[in-house]
């Protein structure tokens, strides 16, 4: 089965940065396709980033786009989300998600239905 494990969660001031991994394993394809999700306190939950590990495509929220990025390292079946200048919206529970089939377009790859793995989520509070 596949199995998502998400760390690098933990609590930062307004402005301050973290970063989060996605570690990765049963299955045995090398490639993949990845989001981010965040479900904030009260709130649903919402795409945040996506990543096309064969052509290294990435794909953002506008809420995060120019302080948050998307990575991947193929050989350690990992992959990254390096949040910076952190605000205190950006509150919430992060999950990593691994699709079945790329999503084909740009929007596709924020929606929930799109993924078929879920990890367990890693809370992020900043203040």
């Known amino acids: 089965d596949v199995q998502l494990v998400e760390s690098g969660g933990g609590s930062v001031q307004a402005g301050g940065s973290l970063r989060l991994s996605c570690a990765a394993s049963g299955y045995t394809y090398s490639s993949y396709c990845m989001g981010w999700f965040r479900q904030a306190s009260g709130k649903e939950r919402e795409g945040v980033a996506g990543?096309?590990?064969?052509?290294?495509?990435?794909h953002y929220a506008d809420s995060v786009k120019g302080r948050f990025t998307v990575s991947c390292d193929s050989a350690r079946n990992t992959v990254y989300l390096q949040m910076d200048n952190l605000k205190p919206v950006d509150s919430a529970v992060y999950y990593c998600?691994?699709?079945?089939?790329?999503?084909?377009?740009?929007?596709?790859?924020?929606?929930?239905?799109?993924?078929?793995?879920w990890g367990q989520g890693t809370q992020v509070t900043v203040s």
């Open positions: 998600a691994k699709a079945l089939v790329c999503p084909r377009y740009g929007p596709d790859w924020l929606i929930q239905a799109k993924y078929h793995y």
């Open positions: 990543i096309d590990s064969d052509d290294g495509s990435t």
